[in-house]
């Protein structure tokens, strides 16, 4: 009979993702001391959503970036990020300078 010390102890944590269309997050019972990414795989998700590429993929925790080899903690939920359709940075230079044609051409001031 096996007592109860050689039973590994688990923790609970969420593995979630979205897309425009869809959104999960799972629930997941992991061994204490398991990565992110032994979390990610257990929980499957990339059955559901095969485009997930974890080699490439960026990962957090309640939104704070992580590491794929960061140790998941009791409650956490996991997020798997998809990559940016369009640079922040240049879509704000965008606005910016189209902010200004548009002053420019905005008429005259009040006095």
Known sequence: MASADSTPATIRVEVAYARP??????PVEVAEGA????????????????EIQLQTAKVGVFGKLGKLS??????????????L??????VRKQRAAEGKRM????????P
Do not use: C
Not at 35 to 50: C, K, N, V, Y
Not at 85 to 90: Q, S, T, V
């Open 21 to 26: 269309d869809e959104q999960l997050i799972i």
């Open 35 to 50: 990565t992110l990414e032994q979390a990610i795989i257990q929980s499957r998700i990339q059955e559901r959503f095969p």
């Open 70 to 83: 960061a140790i998941a903690r009791p409650g956490d939920r996991i997020e798997i990020y998809r990559p």
């Open 85 to 90: 359709l369009a640079d922040p940075k240049e």
């Open 103 to 110: 002053r420019k051409g905005g008429g005259d001031l009040e």
